[in-house]
């Protein structure tokens, strides 16, 4: 079965500067990796998706990520974030199987 | 048009009590999820239903039952509640071999006292 572990529980950043949430996944199989965003008391929100091909993919609000398979890492990044990006986010992997799996989420807070 | 919809959105009962939570998705997703959120944000899935089909029961409690009346549908039962059972639980759907994403819904935030 496939897993994740997203890296930092927590990540304070100040406004505009660049931010990267961590994601390793272990799976013995292809696998669809994902990013998930979740505002205060609002469901989630999917960000971006890596399913084959370019190993960089763009998402919504400017955010992208990077599948690098030999490291078995799936980071996010933004190159300038604003107070309205703080919000939990979530790393998953998914199979072929239908049964998505999330990692234990990163708490972005962005600082003025 | 809310594509997956979670009734009710605040649930607080006592012990002991039965509740329902339903969900309902017009997206026409052919496989439905629920999850369950604890107080430090882990997402845990429960159960997954294709076409009215059970396909994934993970170790919960059998106090808590699914039922899927059709594939637009999931609901969630849940009999004598407990103190453990108070989180935030998410509805999800999701097309094919869910490559394209799991639209959620926004939570049923469910309190046990």
């Known amino acids: 079965a496939q897993s994740v572990t997203q890296l930092d529980s927590q990540v304070p950043v100040f406004e505009e500067a660049p931010v990267e949430l961590r994601c390793n996944y272990s799976?013995?199989?292809?696998?669809?990796l994902f990013w998930y965003v979740q505002y205060p008391n609002q469901g989630l929100q999917l960000l971006l998706k890596?399913?084959?091909?370019?190993?960089l993919v763009k998402g919504i609000n400017g955010f992208e990520a990077e599948f690098n398979k030999s490291q078995t890492s799936f980071h996010l990044r933004k190159p300038s974030v604003h107070i309205s990006d703080t919000a939990e986010y979530f790393c998953?992997?998914?199979?072929?199987?239908?049964?998505?799996?999330f990692g234990a989420g990163t708490r972005l807070t962005v600082k003025p | 048009d809310t594509a997956v919809s979670q009734t009710p959105k605040y649930l607080v009962t006592q012990m002991g009590n039965d509740k329902s939570i339903k969900c309902e998705q017009n997206?026409?997703?052919?496989?439905m999820y629920w999850y369950k959120q604890d107080s430090k944000k882990f997402l845990k899935i429960m159960f997954s239903?294709?076409?009215?089909?059970?396909?994934i029961n993970e170790t919960v409690p059998n106090r808590f039952s699914p039922k899927s009346p059709d594939k637009a549908h999931l609901n969630l039962h849940i009999n004598s509640l407990e103190l453990g059972d108070s989180a935030v639980y998410f509805c999800?759907?999701?097309?094919?071999?869910?490559?394209?994403?799991?639209?959620f819904g926004s939570g049923t935030r469910l309190t046990v006292v």
């Open positions: 999800a759907s999701s097309q094919g071999t869910g490559s394209y994403g799991y639209t």
């Open positions: 799976s013995s199989v292809s696998v669809y």
């Open positions: 890596y399913l084959s091909g370019s190993t």
């Open positions: 998953a992997v998914s199979g072929r199987n239908n049964d998505m799996r």
């Open positions: 997206l026409g997703h052919d496989t």
């Open positions: 239903y294709n076409n009215k089909e059970l396909i």
